[in-house]
């Protein structure tokens, strides 16, 4: 599995965050690229990708509904990998789970892997789940605590706290695995922290308005929460190298370094000095602990992470840059 040479590859959600990194590298390794999206003919939603270079001779967009039977069997059959990343990340306004987040995430990422079942080309599928299907459960963290690939997320915690996407993604991961056992093509997993750095859809996702509401005043108090993070760029590379290195297996869990949210705050004071940030963390009590990531096993894909504080500024000037925020913000 060398690079592009004209080889071809399905991404699902091809203009999500994420997936629209995936296009612009795959496009930049000479890869023919069938991207599915839910209205191709939109170019406030698909612009972006038609303008990447090399996507004019490249990369073709299709019409492809998650939750359709067979929806996908015609854009995978002749392609070697499906890099399935179409999900939804919704974290706010969920008034209905199944249909907002369980339903797509489980049964739209088992209608792909029939396709793929039904396309003896297909060699790999690497799919998009997140660190929401490793970290969430009852363990004790602390200083002392390493997690690793062999962590998973507890349905029943999530179910019992109401945290509906981080069990969309664990009962869709399981769900895929499952699936995969006795498979022609193999499997690999990609789980990345919370996702930062540049934009390149007109859209704003989840996890860039999470820092935007920092940034603007809107989040009053910040969350008593240690999280990891990951640049954008770093993940839609893994997912690459995840295809192109054939020895990749299993799940890579892509994380950099943990924070509580009070070190964020103080670095973004850095970044966009005058910003309204918060001062006050909500909720009494002690900080939650942060602990530590494995990295071992990304290591072997031979992926450098970007820096915590460049990502974080590399989401504030894509921010600036999409006028989200003002340069005097």
């Not at 990343?85 to 209905?96: E, L, R």
């Not at 199944?98 to 003896?120: C, F, H, R």
């Not at 996702?205 to 009053?220: A, F, M, Q, R, Y």
């Not at 705050?265 to 530590?292: D, N």
Request: charged content about 25%.
């Amino acid at each position: 599995m060398g690079e592009g040479d004209g080889k071809t590859v399905v991404v699902t959600g091809a203009n999500g965050f994420i997936a629209s990194w995936v296009v612009k590298f795959l496009l930049e390794r000479g890869y023919t690229v069938r991207g599915t999206v839910r209205s191709p003919d939109d170019l406030a939603k698909v612009g972006h990708l038609l303008g990447l270079p090399g996507a004019e001779e490249h990369l073709t967009l299709h019409k492809a509904d998650l939750l359709a039977d067979g929806a996908y069997d015609e854009i995978v059959r002749g392609a070697d990998v499906i890099f399935h990343t179409a999900s939804p990340f919704v974290m706010k306004g969920i008034t209905d789970p199944e249909s907002q987040l369980l339903s797509p995430a489980i049964k739209g990422t088992l209608n792909v892997l029939k396709s793929a079942a039904k396309a003896t080309s297909v060699k790999r599928v690497v799919l998009t789940s997140s660190i929401g299907a490793v970290a969430v459960n009852s363990r004790p963290t602390g200083p002392g605590v390493i997690m690793d690939e062999s962590w998973w997320s507890d349905p029943e915690f999530c179910t019992q706290h109401k945290l509906w996407y981080y069990q969309s993604k664990t009962l869709a991961e399981k769900e895929a695995w499952d699936f995969v056992k006795d498979k022609h093509f193999d499997l690999v997993v990609i789980n990345p922290a919370m996702v930062l750095g540049p934009l390149l859809q007109n859209s704003l996702n989840t996890s860039s308005e999470i820092i935007l509401d920092l940034l603007k005043g809107v989040t009053k108090e910040y969350p008593n929460l240690s999280l990891c993070y990951v640049n954008v760029k770093d993940v839609a590379l893994a997912h690459i190298l995840a295809y192109e290195i054939p020895t990749a297996e299993g799940r890579y869990l892509l994380a950099d370094k943990v924070l509580h949210y009070e070190e964020v705050v103080e670095i973004l004071k850095k970044i966009a000095p005058g910003s309204p940030l918060p001062s006050k963390m909500e909720g009494e009590g002690q900080k939650a602990p942060t602990y530590t990531i494995k990295h071992d096993k990304v290591e072997t894909l031979g992926l450098k992470y970007t820096t915590f504080e460049d990502s974080l500024a590399e989401s504030v000037e894509s921010l600036k840059e999409r006028g989200y925020l003002s340069s005097t913000d």
